[in-house]
């Protein structure tokens, strides 16, 4: 009998690119895969070329879609491997504004890539046949709690998701760069109109362990920016609900970016969606504001806006602040909020899930 119940995960094992190009003009700190398909980015951590000018990732991403609709649901178990996918190496150097694309593949689907079961796959670049890329595809059902097993490939370590969230311009890409100690690994704006399209996901070790940074189209943006803001809601809701869905790892910390100049009163109504009527208060969220640099800045920032949170019902794991302890430096402030604030325990995605399927059982998405 087909099982329907697992988690349907594409995994995609990239093992190592050989030849790859020095950007003209450009010294490249390190290089990284990025894969794209038409419900998001997922990027390998960067890593630095050997002499040869190889690079070993060795990393598996775990390609999965949004939500579906049940029956939608059921044909995805068969049509899923027919995602159109897109594969570049990106080079982050020390004089670029942003990653460089040093090198681009023929797009294809899983389902070429899964012919080969598990097999090593070799691609050449395109217009460079010396650029290779070395992949794995498998199809794999992992157990939730209705389906429980005990396969090695079904108890793999957990994602440790952090969903980054707010309007256009609130720093969202910079919040990202700051942990990641890179410059411009995630792409920013200094304008009105945002820079990311599409639920783009960032790898980065923090205090040893490695998290899952999503970078998500900011919010209202008009209708000349990159995504409107109906679209951009839509695209938030949807992540979020797929998360918390029995399918996937959960979400351990919401972070909510927002402008400097804002005041709390604007805050409402996004913090109300997403916190309280998508994630129904089930996962820690903080709030960081534009230019924060250290706990100092963050501290001033509550002894003036704190009790306005409180007051219109927002309230957030950050608040108060620890006042004990202060780190000066922005990239260590920001990774230890993530550290501190990151919810372990993430099993309640799977109960959450279910109580939203019977509270819109019969009732359209709004």
Known sequence: MLNINGRHVLALKVIAGTNLPVPSGHTPI?????????????NTTMKAAEADHSVSWNETLNIHRPPLTFFRRLMSIFSLTTETIRLEIRALCESAPGPVTVCEFEKTTFEQLLVCNGQSIPLSAINNQDISLTLKAQRRIEATPHTPSSSPEQTRPLDRNVVIFGETGSGKSSFINTIAQKQQLAKTSNDAHGCTSTPECYPVDVSGRKYILIDTPGLNEGSA?????????ELLKNLLRELMS???DGIGLLVYCVRSATHPRAFIKAYNKVYSEICHK???IILVVEGWRNEREMESWWITNGEQCNSRGMHFANYPCDPATHVAEPSSFLRNLIAKHFAVDTSWSGRVSGAMCASSHGQSTQ
């Open 282 to 284: 089930r996962v820690p």
């Open 30 to 42: 390190g290089y990284y895969v990025r894969v794209s398909t038409s419900n998001g980015g997922w």
């Open 246 to 248: 029995s399918r996937s």
């Open 225 to 233: 920016g990159a995504v409107p803001d109906a679209e951009a809601k």
